[in-house]
């Protein structure tokens, strides 16, 4: 069982910045493919980034609606991974869920390939 436990949403006017984290328990966190989606209100989750089982220089993918301004990393001594959002818009707006594939997978995007998932953080970008 992985549990994952998220932190750092919250109130944050447009063009500002915040840094979500989602630490994860279990002792093969590196070997996971580690995602973010979000769900705004009256809307489905949704896809946000990805990054790959590995070290430094996993590779990531992104959503088209944050790519250049939304950065995903992991730390796999800490298991722990992060997003590092900015410049960020009202449709931002959402509830932010970690979540972790049961091994790598090419699928990123796709939400059933994830198995584990947090509980979600709050992220409120006012204009």
């Known amino acids: 069982q992985v549990q994952l436990v998220e932190s750092g949403g919250g109130l944050v006017q447009a063009g500002g910045s915040l840094r979500l984290s989602c630490a994860a328990s279990?002792?093969?966190?590196?070997?996971?493919?580690m995602a973010w989606f979000r769900q705004a209100p009256g809307k489905e989750r949704e896809f946000v980034a990805a990054i790959n089982p590995g070290g430094r220089g996993s590779s990531t993918s992104y959503a088209d609606s944050v790519k250049g301004r939304f950065t995903i990393s992991r730390d796999n001594a800490k298991n722990t991974v992060y997003l590092q959002m900015n410049s960020l818009k009202p449709e931002d707006t959402a509830v932010y869920y970690c979540?972790?594939?049961?091994?790598?997978?090419?699928?990123?995007?796709?939400?059933?390939?994830?198995?584990?998932w947090g509980q979600g953080t709050q992220v409120t970008v006012s204009s």
């Open positions: 279990g002792r093969t966190f590196s070997s996971k493919t």
């Open positions: 979540a972790a594939a049961s091994y790598f997978t090419a699928t990123y995007y796709d939400i059933k390939e994830y198995n584990y």
